[in-house]
């Protein structure tokens, strides 16, 4: 099966500082990738859907300004944590979709620690 | 996207059926029915999706309802391995982005 790869898995910074995260597509393109974020024992919620080569769409109250994404090959897409706080750790999961379609493969998630 | 409703949780014995509601009473004709679950601490794993024809892979059965408003996924022999948050989806084909509900929690046992 198709195989959606994050790095790193795992983070720990202080806060103040920013965080990126990457999810790569390692065996199939993705137009579309999206971007998840799960607190303990919640469920996962949709931040932000971005997109090869156009501006991210971000769900709301999801500030953009904070939580910058960058989806600059059908491979890769970036998230990157501005000036994170403690309330900000959580864990941040991917998924891509394969440009021919079919259903989205998750990432196996990055843990955010911030101090 | 239609709202889903899933028990909380629920038990099985390893080596049993697993069989594992959801009701999506105000599903729309577009809407499909899709399967995941996530390990614990692990990133969600596709299972299965249909539309209104009962669907069959390598993972599980979904049986869908005549009138579409609920569904049941199947696991014919659950192991361990299976013990996991299951999550119904209801959405627009593979176009759409995903809303996760609570989903269910399976715990399967010895």
């Known amino acids: 099966g198709a195989v959606v790869s994050q790095h790193p898995s795992w983070v720990i910074c202080k806060s103040g500082t920013s965080v990126k995260i990457e999810c790569r597509s390692l065996?199939?393109?993705?137009?579309?990738m999206f971007w998840y974020r799960q607190f303990p024992k919640q469920s996962l919620m949709l931040m932000a859907t971005?997109?090869?080569?156009?501006?991210?769409?971000?769900e709301q109250g999801v500030e953009k300004d904070k939580f910058l994404i960058n989806h600059a090959s059908l491979t890769l897409s970036t998230l990157t944590v501005t000036s994170a706080h403690p309330e900000d750790s959580s864990f941040y999961i991917c998924s891509a979709r394969p440009t021919g379609g079919g259903e989205q493969f998750f990432g196996p998630g990055t843990r955010l620690t911030v101090l | 996207d239609a709202k889903t409703t899933q028990p909380t949780s629920m038990d099985c014995a390893e080596g049993r059926a697993a069989n594992l509601p959801c009701n999506h009473s105000t599903i729309s004709g577009n809407e499909y029915v899709y399967w995941y679950r996530q390990i614990h601490s692990q990133g969600p794993q596709y299972i299965i999706h249909?539309?209104?024809n009962n669907e069959t892979n390598e993972m599980a059965s979904l049986i869908i309802t005549e009138d579409r408003k609920s569904s049941t996924l199947i696991l014919p022999h659950a192991t361990l391995r299976d013990t996991a948050v299951y999550y119904c989806i209801a959405a627009r084909g593979t176009a759409s982005k995903l809303t996760f509900g609570t989903g269910t929690r399976l715990q399967v046992t010895l």
């Open positions: 065996d199939f393109q993705a137009t579309t």
């Open positions: 249909g539309l209104k």
């Open positions: 971005s997109n090869e080569g156009s501006k991210a769409t971000y």
